[in-house]
Structures are given as structure tokens and as C-alpha cells.
């Protein structure tokens, strides 16, 4: 092989590079699934689970466009079939009380910052 | 026609992956034998053809025209020969740093234009320039991202880069300003190939499969994020690539079945890669236009497979047949001297 000076550590930090997850999570402990904090007053929240997981960010989206722009106040719940404040703090964090143990757990394991807590200032 | 099959082609692996993670149910083979089969066809692939290539002969030197060889010829002045056509390591290395980072070859890219009247006219083109550039640093930072589901905890860059990619807030989740950007190049590399007539002549079908599977690599993503019936949970999604990473391989449930098909794509992009013309990016470090320094007039460069030939120099020639030239009234380099002296001698013995 020529130059084989160049080409084989070029190739030794291919490799290495390419490999980063495998030998990054060497030292780590097996990755444990995410347990949420779950409120034991009720079953539902306001949607099904699934629409929950998919599309909580998007609802609070609206809502903030709704009631801080628009100026209505209630949501209807489907599920429900009831009327709920459209309001993080009185309403999702009234059951969801501990933003760490329920918001965080999966939002810092996929790098998800939301700019919720740039208004809501939740203190622990 | 080459464009419509590549794309029946593309397609045909989404049906695949749709085929075999929904309706057949073997998650398993999609979400863990296929990624593991592809990551080692990729690395492997990739050494195997870049040693193949190292093992072949490298050319002598190859001067590039956009400089001139400072040294050899003092009198060009241009400060930047020293990196356009440079005669020493470092300069070589610098031109290809610039190369692998900025793409200075695509830069030069020229277009020929055919004016009223038979002229000629060559003018620089840089649209191939930029949207090369777009596409590769927009696929880097695409890739550098998918990171936070495959480490725990996920490193600072990438949670930054991560921020910093989504930092329009519009839309929400907060769109990835990469991902637009990427369709956006895709899109003008592909149509490219569609519309300028030169180019869609000398298109085949290696060059469209690579386009038409990133696009509905990135696609598939985005439809993943924004768009409601094909959103998945994501932390089943990061459970299985954690899996796969510490080798202790689990499907759990609940992840959609886009992501199947992402994954899928990606896995075929990975297995495909070592044998197309992807391989350009261990390819460009081995160009020898750009890898070569011009320092032919400073260096004698010996063909490294010369073997010992056997010579017989005029002189040797000469020597085994002076006197038989010398008979024949040939010329010779060498008088014939000692045949001289014994002929003076005679003429002595005579006399």
C-alpha cells in the first residue's frame, strides 16, 4: 500500500469517529427506560395518553395563543366533556406538580428545551 | 426513465419497511439485525475500499494550473500559489483542508454559454458551490443531532447544537432551521440533474438513488416531528438506539411505524454507501490533483515499482567493439590507443 503512513491513522479515526456511540456509552450503566411521576387523583388527563404524548407541545402552543392573544380562556376536553382553564401552571402543573420528576425526565433525554420556563418560572 | 426507476426503487424500500415492521410484525429484524448488518457493511465497506485504493499506483505529479511553482519559478509573485499549487507538505496540506471544508474545486466550477454571433463565453457558476456546501455541513449537523438518542447523558455540543439548530421557534416541535435547509439543497442538486440538458444526459441511476433515499430519509424525519399521524414516542425511539449502542438489543413497544421506515432508509443508506459514488468522502482525501505538492522540479521522484533493468551504456558497447569499428573506419568516442602504440612500435622495428 503507499502512503500508508497517511491512509491508516485517516482510517484508524474513521473508524473511531463512526463508532462514537458505541464506545461513548462504554463506562455507563445499561439504559434504563424513563419512569414519569404520575398523579394518583385521576386516570386521564385532559386527551387520551396518546395524544398527549404526540401533541402536549402543540396544545400548549394554542393555548398560549388563545388565551394570552385571543383572550379565551376555556378549553373543552373531549374526553372529559368538560370545561378546563387554559393555563400550565393552574392547570397541567396542578396535577403534573413536579416539573423534574414529570416535564424533565424525558425532555433532557432527547436534548428538549423548551422555552416554557422562560415565562413560567416554577420553583422546586 | 433513469430517474422514474431510481425513484420506484426508493419507494419499493419504504413498502419493505412498511411491509415488514407493520403488516408482518418482525420489528426486530428492522429495528435490530439490519441497523447492527448495516453499521458493519458501512465501516468495513469503507476501509476495505479505501485500503483497495490505497494499494493502487499513485501518479507522479500532477501541477495544477491555478498557480504557479513558486520556487522553481520566482518570478510569479502571487501569494497564493502557495496554496493553489503548492510545493511543500504544509501548503499541500493546507489546500486540502480547503478542499475537504470549503469545496475550493466546486468553486471554480465554470459554465460554457454559446451567444448570438458563434461566441464562446465561459462564466463562473457558484450555485453548485453553495448548495453542495449547504447540503453537506445541513446533512453533518442532521447527523451530529441524531446523537441525543444515542448517548445518555447526551454531550453539551450536541444539546447545544441542537438549540442552536431550532432557535427560529416557529412551528412546534421548534423547527430544525438544517432541515429545510437540506430539502432545499436536495432539491436543487436533484432538479439540477432534471432540467440543465448536459446534466440529465450524463445521469444514471447511481446518482439518483443516492438523492431520492436522502430526500425520503429526511422526509420520513420531518413527517416524524411536525406532522400528527406519523409522530412516534420518542422514548421508546431513544430505549431501542440505547440498546443498540450497549449491545443489549430491546424493541419496546409503541414506536411507530415511520420510524421503521426512517431507520430502514437509513440503514440501506449506510449498506449502500462502500459501493457508490458516496464514497467520495473518503475518496476526496486520496485526489491526487489536490494531494500531490508541485515540487517536480525540486525533487527526483523514482517510479516506486522500477525493478533493476540491466544496462549496456554506449561506452561498454564501444569498448567490447572499438577495434572492429575502428577496421570498419567508424568513429569512435575513445581512439583506439594501445593499437596505436603497437603500430608505432612496428614502424620502429621496421625502421
Known amino acids: ?20 456511540p458505541f464506545w461513548y456509552n462504554l463506562g455507563a450503566d445499561a439504559y434504563e427506560p424513563v419512569e414519569l411521576e404520575l398523579p394518583e387523583d ?15 407541545m402543540k396544545m400548549l402552543d394554542e393555548w398560549r395563543d388563545i388565551y394570552v392573544r385571543d383572550g379565551y380562556q376555556m378549553y373543552w376536553s373531549e374526553l372529559k366533556e368538560q370545561y378546563f382553564l387554559m393555563s400550565l401552571t393552574k392547570t397541567c402543573m396542578d396535577c403534573h406538580d413536579n416539573k423534574e420528576e414529570f416535564c424533565d425526565r424525558c425532555h433532557d433525554q432527547t436534548a428538549v428545551d423548551p422555552y416554557c420556563w422562560d415565562c413560567h418560572h416554577i420553583e422546586p | 426513465m433513469k430517474a422514474i426507476n431510481s425513484l420506484i426503487l426508493v419507494l419499493a424500500l419504504i413498502v419493505i419497511a412498511m411491509l415488514g415492521a407493520g403488516a408482518l410484525g418482525i420489528e426486530y429484524l428492522f429495528g435490530v439485525i439490519i441497523p447492527y448488518l448495516a453499521v458493519l457493511i458501512f465501516i468495513v465497506g469503507f476501509i476495505t475500499k479505501m485500503v483497495g485504493w490505497g494499494k ?5 505529479r500532477i501541477p495544477t494550473t491555478c498557480g504557479q511553482a513558486t520556487k522553481s519559478l520566482p518570478m510569479f509573485k502571487d501569494k497564493w500559489s502557495r496554496l493553489d ?3 511543500t507538505k504544509l501548503g499541500t496540506v493546507g489546500r486540502m483542508f480547503f478542499e475537504v471544508v470549503l469545496f475550493r474545486s466546486l468553486f471554480r466550477n465554470t ?3 454559446l451567444h448570438p454571433g458563434q461566441y464562446v463565453a ?4 457558484k450555485w453548485l458551490w453553495i448548495f453542495a456546501l449547504i447540503f453537506h455541513y445541513t446533512f453533518l449537523i442532521i447527523v451530529l443531532r441524531h446523537l441525543r438518542f444515542f448517548t445518555e447523558p447526551i454531550p453539551g455540543v450536541i444539546v447545544f447544537l441542537d438549540q442552536a439548530d431550532s432557535m427560529l421557534q416557529i412551528l412546534t416541535p421548534p423547527l430544525f432551521i438544517s432541515s429545510l435547509l437540506i430539502l432545499v439543497a436536495l432539491g436543487y442538486l436533484l432538479l439540477r440533474r432534471f432540467f440543465v440538458p448536459s446534466m440529465r444526459y450524463i445521469s444514471q441511476p447511481a446518482d439518483y438513488v443516492p438523492l431520492f433515499l436522502i430526500i425520503s430519509i429526511v422526509v420520513s424525519g420531518m413527517l416524524m416531528r411536525y406532522v400528527g399521524p406519523f409522530k412516534t414516542d420518542l422514548m421508546p425511539v431513544k430505549e431501542l438506539a440505547m440498546g443498540l449502542v450497549q449491545f443489549s438489543p430491546t424493541v419496546p413497544e409503541g414506536i411507530g411505524l415511520t420510524f421503521y421506515v426512517h431507520f430502514f432508509l437509513f440503514s440501506v443508506l449506510l449498506m449502500y454507501f462502500p459501493f457508490s459514488k458516496l464514497m467520495h468522502m473518503g475518496g476526496v482525501f486520496l485526489s491526487p490533483t489536490r494531494n500531490l505538492p508541485n515540487d517536480s522540479r525540486e525533487k527526483h521522484h523514482a517510479n516506486p515499482w522500477n525493478y533493476p533493468v540491466k544496462v549496456h551504456t554506449y561506452e561498454e558497447y564501444e569498448d567490447d567493439f572499438r577495434e572492429k569499428m575502428v577496421e570498419a573506419d567508424l568513429p569512435v568516442v575513445k581512439p583506439l590507443e594501445e593499437k596505436a602504440e603497437e603500430t608505432s612500435e612496428n614502424d620502429e622495428k621496421k625502421e
Not at chain 2, 493502487?56 to 507522479?60: E, G, I, K, L, T
Open chain 2, 122 to 125: 465561459y462564466s463562473s457558476s
Open chain 1, 42 to 56: 385521576y386516570d386521564d388527563c385532559l386527551e387520551s395518553t396518546e395524544y398527549m404524548r404526540t401533541e402536549h
Open chain 2, 111 to 113: 459554465k460554457v454559454e
Open chain 2, 56 to 60: 493502487s499506483a499513485v501518479p507522479f
Open chain 2, 85 to 87: 499549487n503548492p510545493g
Open chain 1, 1 to 20: 500500500m503507499y502512503n500508508a503512513k497517511y491512509i491508516i491513522p485517516g482510517l484508524i479515526i474513521f473508524a473511531l469517529l463512526f463508532t462514537f
